[in-house]
């Protein structure tokens, strides 16, 4: 598998380490204390939003966001070849997922809402009956939403989300029935199957994404470092992984480490940082989107048992300038197959299955929220190749494929667009 280094063309003239961005956008806030050697040599500062590549401040705390601190230039970006008609507007989007089955598509918002968008134009309905306790502070709330495999029979959905505790704040990952009556809609039987171990303080770099495997038999949850960095490499730490489960959150037998058991046991992969982009392509391979610090965000084929560096290894540096090894061919670590430095800051993934835009079936697609911008990389088994960057004029939080093949963007902060992509006349 070779590497290739992707540029984003965001030509970055200065770093501003005090940028500020809307609430919920993953940008900026109050420093937090780093564990080991970590302290005092940069982490990410933000205040609530994904600076994704947050930027490093003296004292070592991460920014807890994920957006890229604004710089003074702008990116250079190709013709988009499609045409964008808005369907709605959320405040703090945060996931998009099509109901198999229906004309539904389920968008969660940040504050802790589920809403249901008919497709068909029918009225738009809010889920009643979601969790409670739920925390929204920088990075937290409710997160992302995925049908089961059996959804079509069993009306189940699986949600990530955010609560506090002793020793802090966590992801967690619970299902539920979805009830849909079309004029309204509630979910029963509310479970939490799985809880970020450990927690931590601050509110950043949750990642909480999920994926099911091709057969339906395993359910994928990024796990972000928190901000921590160190925790990456440590295999009795659930920080910085990504997690291979049951569909009832139990570590799925045949992971890697599985014969440690407690939190060792649900890992599948380690050496992460902030990975909000999860799916697979038509062959079964997982792949990921991960928010490097300043520069080198990276998409990673995501194999059983390997180790993808962080901290001890990225394509970024430090956002107070101190550098990070770059991944090197004999470092035992596993470099990614696309790049981006400067930051493109990735809060999304979707790998395109449909035929409506042809020539991009089988292709990585990216939502870029700090270069408001939608990203496709050329995959070809299990290689990536070139990138195409189309501004968008605004952050990108999520992308999602329609049942008709259509491509669907919804835009992160408040007033966010839900935008359906078909291709230009």
Same mark, same amino acid.
């Given at each position: 598998?070779?590497?290739?280094?992707?540029?984003?063309?965001?030509?970055?003239?200065s770093?501003?380490?005090?940028?500020?961005?809307?609430?919920g956008?993953?940008?900026?806030?109050?420093?937090?204390?780093?564990?080991?050697?970590e302290?005092?040599n940069g982490?990410?500062?933000?205040?609530?939003?994904?600076?994704?590549?947050?930027s490093?401040?003296?004292?070592g705390?991460?920014?807890?966001?994920?957006?890229?601190?604004?710089?003074?230039?702008?990116?250079?970006? $190709?013709?988009?070849?499609?045409?964008?008609?808005?369907?709605?507007?959320? =405040?703090?989007?945060?996931?998009?997922?099509?109901?198999?089955?229906?004309?539904?598509?389920?968008?969660?918002?940040?504050?802790?809402?589920?809403?249901?968008?008919?497709?068909?134009?029918? $009225?738009?309905?809010?889920?009643?009956?979601?969790?409670?306790?739920?925390?929204?502070?920088?990075?937290?709330g409710?997160g992302?939403v995925?049908?089961?495999?059996?959804?079509?029979?069993?009306?189940?959905?699986?949600?990530?989300?955010?609560?506090?505790?002793e020793?802090?704040?966590?992801?967690?990952?619970?299902?539920?029935?979805?009830?849909?009556?079309?004029?309204?809609?509630?979910?029963?039987?509310?479970?939490?199957?799985?809880?970020?171990d450990?927690?931590?303080?601050?509110?950043?770099?949750?990642s909480?994404?999920?994926?099911f495997?091709?057969?339906?038999?395993?359910?994928?949850?990024?796990?972000?470092?928190?901000?921590?960095?160190?925790?990456?490499?440590d295999?009795?730490?659930?920080?910085?992984?990504?997690?291979?489960?049951?569909?009832?959150?139990?570590?799925?037998?045949?992971?890697?480490?599985?014969d440690?058991?407690?939190?060792?046991?649900?890992?599948?992969?380690?050496?992460?940082?902030?990975?909000?982009?999860? $799916?697979?392509?038509?062959?079964?391979?997982?792949?990921?989107?991960?928010?490097g610090?300043?520069?080198?965000?990276?998409?990673?084929?995501?194999?059983?048992?390997?180790?993808?560096?962080?901290?001890?290894?990225?394509?970024?540096?430090?956002y $107070?300038?101190?550098e990070?090894?770059?991944h090197?061919?004999? %470092?035992? @670590?596993?470099?990614?197959?696309?790049?981006?430095?400067?930051?493109?800051?990735?809060?999304?993934?979707?790998?395109?299955?449909?035929?409506? @835009?042809?020539?991009?079936?089988?292709?990585?697609?990216?939502?870029?929220?700090s270069?408001?911008?939608?990203?496709?990389?050329?995959? =070809?088994?299990?290689?990536?190749?070139? %990138?195409?960057?189309? %501004?968008?004029?605004?952050?990108?939080?999520?992308?999602?494929?329609?049942p008709?093949?259509?491509?669907?963007?919804?835009?992160?902060?408040?007033?966010?667009?839900?935008?359906?992509?078909?291709?230009?006349?």
């Amino acid at each position: 598998m070779g590497q290739r280094r992707l540029t984003s063309a965001l030509a970055v003239a200065s770093l501003l380490l005090a940028s500020c961005a809307g609430e919920g956008s993953e940008e900026a806030t109050s420093p937090e204390p780093v564990s080991g050697a970590e302290a005092g040599n940069g982490s990410d500062v933000g205040n609530g939003s994904d600076v994704g590549n947050g930027s490093d401040v003296e004292n070592g705390a991460e920014p807890e966001t994920d957006a890229e601190p604004e710089t003074d230039a702008e990116a250079e970006t $190709d013709a988009v070849p499609f045409a964008v008609e808005e369907q709605a507007t959320y =405040d703090s989007p945060w996931a998009l997922e099509f109901l198999p089955g229906t004309s539904k598509l389920a968008v969660t918002l940040q504050a802790g809402e589920l809403v249901l968008h008919d497709l068909a134009g029918a $009225d738009e309905v809010s889920v009643e009956g979601l969790p409670e306790g739920i925390v929204v502070d920088g990075q937290g709330g409710l997160g992302d939403v995925v049908a089961a495999p059996d959804f079509e029979e069993s009306g189940r959905i699986y949600l990530s989300w955010v609560t506090s505790g002793e020793g802090g704040t966590g992801a967690v990952v619970g299902h539920a029935e979805l009830v849909d009556s079309g004029a309204s809609a509630e979910l029963r039987d509310l479970t939490v199957i799985w809880e970020q171990d450990p927690r931590a303080s601050g509110s950043g770099h949750f990642s909480h994404r999920m994926a099911f495997s091709a057969d339906g038999e395993y359910l994928f949850v990024t796990s972000g470092d928190r901000q921590l960095l160190d925790p990456a490499q440590d295999l009795s730490s659930g920080l910085g992984k990504i997690m291979r489960l049951t569909p009832e959150g139990e570590p799925a037998p045949g992971n890697p480490y599985a014969d440690e058991g407690g939190v060792t046991a649900q890992i599948w992969t380690s050496g992460h940082r902030n990975a909000l982009g999860i $799916d697979l392509d038509a062959e079964g391979r997982l792949w990921s989107s991960e928010m490097g610090p300043a520069g080198g965000d990276e998409l990673n084929l995501i194999e059983e048992g390997q180790n993808y560096g962080w901290p001890e290894a990225s394509n970024g540096e430090h956002y $107070d300038g101190q550098e990070i090894p770059d991944h090197t061919e004999d %470092d035992d @670590f596993t470099a990614p197959l696309a790049w981006w430095t400067p930051a493109i800051s990735p809060g999304s993934l979707m790998i395109y299955q449909g035929e409506l @835009f042809p020539e991009w079936t089988g292709d990585a697609f990216l939502g870029a929220l700090s270069g408001e911008a939608l990203v496709r990389v050329e995959l =070809d088994g299990d290689t990536a190749g070139e %990138d195409e960057i189309w %501004d968008m004029g605004a952050r990108i939080r999520d992308v999602a494929e329609a049942p008709d093949g259509s491509i669907w963007l919804i835009e992160d902060g408040d007033g966010a667009g839900l935008l359906r992509l078909t291709p230009a006349e």
